[in-house]
C-alpha cells in the first residue's frame, strides 16, 4: 500500500467557499520476515550414552565365567568324586546365573545338602535367583543375593567355601591343567612310598568320618580331619593326635596355647589348627 489521498472538508471561509485536497500519509505496517529455523545446537562436546541420546542402544547385559579347580582339597563336607564330575567352568552367562550353579554345585556334592544350605545367605529384591535342597523329607528352595559382577561372586564363594574348608575351589581364571595333573601324579608316588612302609597307617588315615557331627569322631576321624584339612602345615602332625588320644570332643576343646604347649606345634601350624576348628564349631549340623 502506498500513500492515500482523501478529501478533507476544511471551515468554509467568507472569502473561499472551496474545498481542499490535502494529502496523508498512512505508513504500511512492515511485511513479517518469514521465521527463521533455529540452528541446531552443537552435540560433539556432549557424551553419547543412553541418558543423553535415548535412540542409542543400551548396553549388553554382563557376562562372566566361573571356573572349577577340581584338584582343590574338597573339605570334610564335600565328596571328592561329585567335584571331579563338574565341569570345567559355568558360564559365560549373567553373574546371578553363574553364582546359581555354582552354590547348586556345592549343595549337589555334599554329604549332607543341609548343611551347606544352611550356610547359603539368603537373598532379598531384584532378580531373583533360587537353589534347592533335599532333607528332612521334603524339597527346600532358598533365594541368592542380587549380583552383578564377578567380584561379587567371588567374594560370596569365598565366603561359602571357607565354611567348607574347602578354599581355592573357585577362581575367574582357568585353573592349569598340567599342574594339577603332575600333582595328582606326585601325590599318587608318595601314597605308593609311604603305603610301602606303612600300609595299616595310611588305610587309617584316608578313612574319611561317617559322622558329619565331630562330637561323634573317634581319634582316627580327627586324624584325618587334622590331615585333609592343611596337608602340609598340619599332616605332619597327626601322629601327636594318636599319641594323645585326641577324639572329636577333645578336639572342639583345643586352644593355640595348648597345642603349642602339649602337642608341640610352633605358633602358625597352631593358629592354622585352630582356624580350622573355630569353622568347624561354626558349620551348623
Not at 567348607?164 to 573357585?170: A, I, K, P, S, Y
Request: proline residues 8%; contains cysteine; glycine residues 6%.
Amino acid at each position: 500500500m502506498g500513500s492515500q489521498a482523501f478529501v478533507e472538508e476544511r471551515n468554509k471561509g467568507p472569502a473561499s467557499g472551496r474545498y481542499e485536497i490535502k494529502s496523508r500519509v498512512l505508513m504500511t505496517p512492515l511485511a513479517l520476515s518469514p521465521p527463521r529455523s533455529t540452528p541446531e545446537p552443537d552435540l560433539s562436546s556432549i557424551p553419547q550414552d543412553a541418558a543423553t541420546v535415548p535412540s542409542l542402544a543400551a548396553p549388553q547385559a554382563l557376562t562372566v565365567c566361573l571356573y572349577i579347580n577340581k584338584q582343590a582339597n574338597a573339605g570334610p563336607y564335600l565328596e571328592r568324586k561329585k567335584v571331579q564330575q563338574l565341569p570345567e567352568h559355568f558360564g559365560p552367562e549373567r553373574p546371578s546365573a553363574v553364582l546359581q550353579q555354582a552354590v547348586q554345585a556345592c549343595i549337589d556334592c555334599a554329604h549332607q545338602q543341609k548343611l551347606v544350605f544352611s550356610l547359603v545367605k539368603q537373598g532379598y529384591g531384584g532378580e531373583m535367583v533360587s537353589v534347592s535342597a533335599s532333607f528332612d523329607g521334603k524339597q527346600h528352595l532358598r533365594s541368592l543375593p542380587v549380583v552383578n559382577s564377578i567380584g561379587y561372586v567371588l567374594r560370596f564363594l569365598a565366603k561359602l567355601c571357607r565354611s567348607l574348608l574347602c578354599d581355592d575351589l573357585f577362581s575367574h581364571q582357568p585353573f592349569p591343567r598340567g599342574c594339577s595333573a603332575s600333582g595328582k601324579v606326585q601325590e599318587k608316588e608318595e601314597g605308593r612310598m609311604e603305603s610301602a612302609s606303612s600300609p595299616s597307617q595310611d588305610a587309617q588315615d584316608a578313612r574319611r568320618p561317617r559322622s558329619r557331627n565331630p562330637s561323634a569322631w573317634t581319634v582316627e576321624d580327627v586324624v584325618w580331619f587334622v590331615k585333609d584339612a592343611d596337608p602340609q602345615a598340619l599332616g605332619p602332625h597327626v601322629e601327636l593326635f594318636r599319641k594323645h588320644e585326641i577324639d572329636g570332643n577333645a578336639l572342639l576343646l583345643l586352644k593355640s596355647d595348648m597345642v603349642m604347649k602339649y602337642l608341640g606345634l610352633k605358633l602358625g601350624p597352631a593358629l592354622k589348627l585352630c582356624y580350622h576348628i573355630d569353622k568347624l564349631k561354626q558349620a551348623k549340623f
